[in-house]
């Protein structure tokens, strides 16, 4: 017998250009974070828990397929190229971030209640 899913919502995958989506949804104690064109679906305790699982999971998938890409079927392949774009946005996202970094501008953190800037 099926379980009843609560709070099924569908979201756009950061960083993914619209090519995929996530879908997050509740099922029983469970959170469940699944991103279905690539039929990998990922639990935890939490939504955080199950989506940070779900984004180490395609990591690790991307760099499967990168190994063996010379080796790859159809299906396989199609998935390695939805990564790809995918794992560029994220890189691009990571490098804009340090870049900003190493610009001259002030940077204030909030921490406790102190400004700290450079």
Known sequence: MRHQQKNLRHIPLPFSE?????????????????????????WGASESEASFRLFNTLIKYYRQLETHKDELDQTKQGHF????????????????????????????????GRVLSR
């Open 18 to 42: 619209g090519l995929m989506s996530a879908t997050l949804w509740q099922s029983q104690k469970r959170y469940v974070a699944s991103v279905s064109e690539l039929a990998i679906h990922c």
């Open 81 to 112: 190229d939805l990564l790809s774009a995918w794992i560029k946005g994220v890189e691009a996202r990571l490098t804009s971030v340090e870049s900003d970094q190493h610009n001259e501008s002030v940077v204030s953190i909030n921490r406790g």
